[in-house]
């Protein structure tokens, strides 16, 4: 069972009451579920949004104290905990990614703090100008949409041998500023113009790591990335493009 439903970060924050009960009434739901129809599998995903400040911003360690500072983090790593304890106490097999932020050529984005790294995608195809709401120099962790789907997968393939942790693995693709973004489209779009506007959102991707430390989940399940900028960019944009040209945009 893969229990994907939530409210993400930036939406979590507009309304934090109704985050915590939807992500953590709804990952009760599922996991009483299992336990009682002794379902063989569960994945949940957890988040970068877990850490929070005062670690290592680079390089983040898999085991740091999680005092995260949005809601949307604190429900994820009670969740961890939650899924934890389900493996414990009742076997329940729970899996789980610390996914970086997503970046999808078929759906937009939806009230995330990573969102500025898929929308800067569409904007620049439709209109050749994005106001970014975090700075230039703004590194976060990022994923490719095939490569979050590859790990996923391959975390839920992998034998109970290989899957002993069952809190969130740290799991990395690549990094980068949002202003190293917008040079990577230029090279494809070279009408494409962007200014950085920060928002409320600024504050809460300060607070999140540059890039994750994923060892663990290299050596128990051999994850390795896929797309690194350049191949991402080049693939979104070639993706789009040809969606638009099939009258097919984006959900
Ligand atoms: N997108 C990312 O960058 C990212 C990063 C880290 C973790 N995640 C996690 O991955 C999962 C999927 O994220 P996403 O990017 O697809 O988010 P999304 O906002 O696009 O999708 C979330 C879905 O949950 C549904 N939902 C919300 N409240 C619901 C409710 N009460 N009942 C039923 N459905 C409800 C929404 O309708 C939506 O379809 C989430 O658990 C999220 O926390 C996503």
Not at 130 to 141: M, S
Not at 211 to 220: E, H, L, M, P
């Amino acid at each position: 069972m893969y229990h994907l439903a939530a409210i993400l970060s930036a939406a979590g924050e507009k309304n934090p009451q109704m985050a915590w009960d939807v992500n953590m009434k709804g990952l009760e739901n599922i996991l009483e579920l299992s336990r009682e129809m002794g379902v063989k599998r569960v994945y949940w995903p957890s988040s970068i949004a877990v850490f929070g400040p005062g670690i290592p911003k680079v390089k983040t360690p898999q085991d740091v104290p999680l005092i995260p500072s949005t809601m949307y983090g604190i429900t994820k790593a009670a969740g961890e905990l939650f899924c934890n304890y389900y493996y414990e106490r009742y076997g329940v097999d729970v899996r789980s990614i610390r996914y970086p932020g997503i970046i999808s050529n078929k759906v937009r984005p939806h009230g995330g703090t990573t969102d500025y790294a898929v929308d800067m995608f569409y904007q620049a195809i439709e209109k050749g100008h994005y106001t970014c709401f975090v700075r230039a120099d703004t590194v976060l962790p990022m994923m490719y949409m095939p490569d979050a789907i590859r790990a996923t997968l391959m975390i839920m393939d992998a034998s109970p041998k290989k899957v002993t942790y069952h809190m969130g693995h740290n799991l990395s693709g690549m990094s980068f500023s949002a202003g190293e973004l917008a040079k990577e489209i230029k090279k494809h779009i070279p009408r494409f113009t962007c200014d950085f506007v920060p928002d409320f959102r600024q504050k809460i991707a300060d607070s999140w790591p540059q890039s994750v430390d994923d060892s663990r989940a290299r050596k128990d399940w051999g994850w390795k990335p896929k797309y690194d900028l350049a191949s991402m960019t080049k693939d979104m944009i070639t993706a789009l493009k040809t969606r638009a040209k099939q009258g097919k945009p984006p959900s």
